[in-house]
């Protein structure tokens, strides 16, 4: 069982608790979903309950009673924070020898762990060198392997393909049946008829309803709705499209005759990719077929074949790339470069005006729902605010090219919804929004452009209503 009564957690430099006074039970064997808005707390829940918090992560807290599994399997939204090997056996082996497998075994044993999340990947391949979609199988694949009696999942599948998403629900489903399971997740189609009990929290981390799914949604949709919570009808409420058939048809970017790959294998062959501005382009495919990779060559950040160019002059370092684009990684850890949230937007503004500065600073921080948190640390932020802030910063840029990697995973619809509404406003002023997006509602609403990766090739997907994702 696991339990705590009368919870109370602070971030050391956040204004408000995290947790005041949570009282919450979970039973042996119960499949329990954790709904909420981003920044609700619900990550944090998990690390305090799997004894992350404070064993691993120090943070001031306080409780009458606390009862946790410290044996259990955790699969993070971000799935580098659970790797310590170099090698994808290393990684999986590190669990077997833990569970005492013997040395014969293992090798079989890695591979149906691998099998069984559809990853398909030599076991000696560097684990730094797979995708975010492939890391986040690999998680999953060694959590399995752990066979722990306790189950924390957050957000699992954020990062992969809908084809995967449901292949690796089905698969994870098979193994939980004799598992005390607790998960944090926004795409919930593929479990919530296969889950016991739908907590929701509000934005101050208080449970505001706790029944079975069905009575949930029945009872409270509305405030499933209020909260950003993605229930089944969550996209009627989504900003509606708009036309955007007149965008300019004069590229400023353009790349000819080109190769990407990674090591020796040829990942994307293309004989012209060209950019024009006022496009609004998704870039879709499965994991593991170089749509990273793609935007980072375009930033000049890996070495490609061909010839890029922007407004005739080529491109060939960093600087010049960075003169007209901006790249958000999947892992917006990667780019933030400050003491605080609210330094992190100012400093992109820090060209202007003090006072016109601050003033954008804090629209923007409004827009994106982070001015309660504006003078915390940004490592201190839940998965989806790091997203927001993230966004945030490039948005703040003067880069006529905005390119985002999966800039909605983690995201509660209402914070999805201001982005998708944020993007629209940019593209309708002239700047070009190029996302690699797994959601086909995305896909299927708003861009100006699809492009799909496959078999090496990039594909002009035309508007049938028929979308790859």
Same mark, same amino acid.
């Given at each position: 069982?696991?339990?705590?009564?009368?919870?109370?957690?602070?971030?050391?430099?956040?204004?408000?608790?995290?947790?005041d006074?949570l009282?919450?039970?979970?039973?042996?064997?119960e499949?329990?979903?954790? +709904?909420g808005?981003?920044g609700?707390?619900?990550?944090?829940?998990l690390?305090v309950?799997?004894?992350?918090?404070?064993e691993?992560i120090?943070l001031?807290?306080k409780y009458?009673?606390?009862?946790?599994?410290? *044996?259990?399997?955790?699969?993070?939204?971000?799935?580098?924070t659970?790797?310590?090997?170099p090698?994808?056996?290393?990684?999986?082996?590190?669990? +077997?020898e833990?569970r005492?497998?013997?040395?014969? &075994?293992?090798?079989?044993a890695?591979?149906?762990a691998?099998d069984?999340?559809g990853l398909n990947?030599?076991?000696d391949q560097y684990?730094?060198?797979?995708?975010g979609?492939?890391?986040?199988?690999?998680?999953i694949a060694?959590?399995?392997?752990?066979?722990?009696?306790?189950l924390?999942?957050?957000e699992?599948?954020?990062?992969?393909?809908?084809?995967?998403t449901? &292949?690796?629900?089905?698969?994870i489903?098979?193994?939980?049946e004799?598992?005390?399971?607790?998960?944090?997740e926004?795409?919930v189609?593929?479990?919530?008829?296969?889950?016991?009990?739908v907590?929701l929290?509000?934005?101050?981390?208080?449970i505001?309803?706790?029944?079975?799914?069905e009575a949930?949604l029945?009872q409270?949709e509305?405030?499933?709705?209020?909260?950003g919570?993605?229930?089944?009808?969550?996209?009627?409420?989504?900003?509606?499209a708009?036309?955007?058939?007149?965008?300019?048809?004069?590229p400023v970017?353009s790349?000819?005759?080109?190769?990407?790959?990674?090591?020796n294998k040829?990942l994307?062959?293309?004989?012209?990719f060209n950019?024009?501005?006022?496009?609004?382009?998704?870039?879709?495919?499965k994991? /593991?077929t170089g749509?990273t990779?793609? +935007?980072?060559?375009?930033m000049?950040?890996?070495?490609?074949?061909?010839?890029m160019?922007?407004n005739? *002059?080529?491109?060939?370092k960093?600087?010049?790339?960075?003169?007209?684009?901006?790249?958000?990684?999947?892992?917006p850890e990667?780019?933030?470069i400050?003491q605080?949230?609210?330094?992190e937007?100012f400093?992109?503004?820090?060209?202007?005006?003090?006072?016109?500065?601050?003033?954008?600073?804090?629209?923007?921080?409004?827009?994106l729902n982070?001015e309660?948190v504006q003078?915390?640390?940004?490592?201190?932020l839940?998965? /989806?605010?790091?997203?927001?802030?993230?966004?945030a910063?490039a948005l703040?840029?003067?880069?006529?090219i905005?390119?985002?990697?999966?800039?909605?995973?983690?995201?509660?619809?209402?914070?999805?919804?201001?982005?998708?509404?944020?993007?629209?406003?940019?593209?309708?002023?002239g700047?070009?929004?190029?996302?690699?997006?797994?959601?086909?509602?995305i896909?299927?609403?708003y861009?100006?452009?699809?492009? *799909?990766v496959?078999?090496?090739?990039l594909h002009?997907?035309?508007k049938?209503?028929?979308m790859h994702v």
């Amino acid at each position: 069982m696991l339990s705590t009564k009368n919870l109370r957690l602070k971030y050391p430099n956040g204004e408000h608790k995290i947790f005041d006074g949570l009282d919450l039970t979970i039973h042996d064997k119960e499949k329990v979903l954790l +709904l909420g808005p981003s920044g609700a707390g619900k990550s944090t829940l998990l690390n305090v309950l799997s004894g992350i918090v404070p064993e691993l992560i120090e943070l001031p807290m306080k409780y009458d009673e606390l009862h946790i599994d410290a *044996h259990c399997g955790m699969i993070f939204q971000d799935p580098d924070t659970q790797f310590c090997m170099p090698k994808v056996k290393e990684e999986l082996g590190f669990i +077997l020898e833990n569970r005492q497998v013997p040395r014969s &075994e293992m090798d079989q044993a890695i591979q149906r762990a691998l099998d069984s999340v559809g990853l398909n990947v030599d076991p000696d391949q560097y684990v730094n060198q797979l995708s975010g979609g492939m890391k986040q199988k690999l998680a999953i694949a060694e959590t399995l392997l752990q066979q722990a009696e306790t189950l924390f999942l957050d957000e699992p599948t954020a990062m992969l393909d809908t084809e995967a998403t449901a &292949e690796l629900w089905s698969k994870i489903k098979d193994f939980w049946e004799d598992q005390t399971v607790v998960i944090v997740e926004h795409k919930v189609e593929h479990i919530w008829e296969h889950i016991d009990r739908v907590i929701l929290l509000n934005y101050n981390a208080e449970i505001i309803a706790d029944d079975k799914p069905e009575a949930i949604l029945a009872q409270h949709e509305e405030l499933l709705t209020e909260y950003g919570v993605w229930h089944p009808n969550a996209w009627d409420y989504a900003p509606q499209a708009q036309d955007t058939s007149s965008t300019t048809t004069e590229p400023v970017f353009s790349y000819q005759d080109g190769a990407i790959r990674r090591g020796n294998k040829t990942l994307i062959a293309l004989d012209a990719f060209n950019v024009s501005l006022g496009e609004w382009i998704t870039i879709t495919g499965k994991n /593991g077929t170089g749509k990273t990779t793609l +935007l980072e060559s375009m930033m000049q950040l890996i070495k490609y074949d061909g010839k890029m160019t922007y407004n005739g *002059h080529y491109l060939k370092k960093i600087k010049d790339a960075a003169q007209h684009m901006y790249l958000v990684y999947q892992n917006p850890e990667l780019q933030f470069i400050t003491q605080s949230v609210y330094d992190e937007i100012f400093i992109q503004f820090s060209q202007k005006d003090n006072k016109q500065a601050q003033q954008q600073t804090e629209d923007m921080l409004r827009l994106l729902n982070l001015e309660r948190v504006q003078n915390q640390h940004p490592f201190e932020l839940s998965m /989806g605010q790091k997203r927001r802030l993230s966004v945030a910063t490039a948005l703040s840029s003067p880069a006529d090219i905005i390119m985002l990697d999966e800039p909605t995973f983690g995201l509660d619809s209402h914070n999805t919804f201001n982005l998708i509404q944020l993007f629209q406003e940019r593209v309708a002023q002239g700047q070009t929004i190029i996302m690699i997006t797994h959601d086909p509602e995305i896909i299927a609403r708003y861009p100006s452009r699809q492009i *799909h990766v496959e078999d090496q090739q990039l594909h002009e997907v035309r508007k049938t209503g028929d979308m790859h994702v």
